[in-house]
């Protein structure tokens, strides 16, 4: 009998924790706060840029392109300078 009621008790603990869970996730979701995007002008993959850009076209940003695109071209093999969306994985400064 006393095995019984422990199994009992043990569904009524783990539909308790489930229950929980399920209110817990709703609330998360109205919690999170969204960063706005950003740009960074990243060559050849990399960051190169120590700024970040409110918009891809932002004057300062196309001056920052124009000046590693120079530098891309005259010292190097030509690598593509872009200016992209930041990701902090990809474009963090080490």
């Known amino acids: ?46 960051r190169v840029s120590d700024r970040e850009y409110q918009d891809e076209t932002d004057s300062l940003a196309v001056e920052e392109k124009s000046f590693w695109t120079l530098i891309s071209n005259k010292h190097s093999y ?7 969306k930041y990701e902090s994985r990809k474009h963090r400064i080490w």
Do not use: F, H, W
Not at 4 to 9: G, I, Q
Not at 78 to 84: Q, R
């Open 1 to 46: 009998m006393a095995k019984k009621e422990n199994k009992m008790a043990a569904l009524d603990y783990q539909q308790l924790i489930m229950d929980n869970s399920d209110n817990s996730d709703n609330s998360d979701n109205s919690d999170k706060i969204e960063k706005p995007i950003t740009y960074v002008v990243i060559r050849d993959g990399l």
């Open 78 to 84: 030509g690598e593509p300078v872009e200016i992209v």
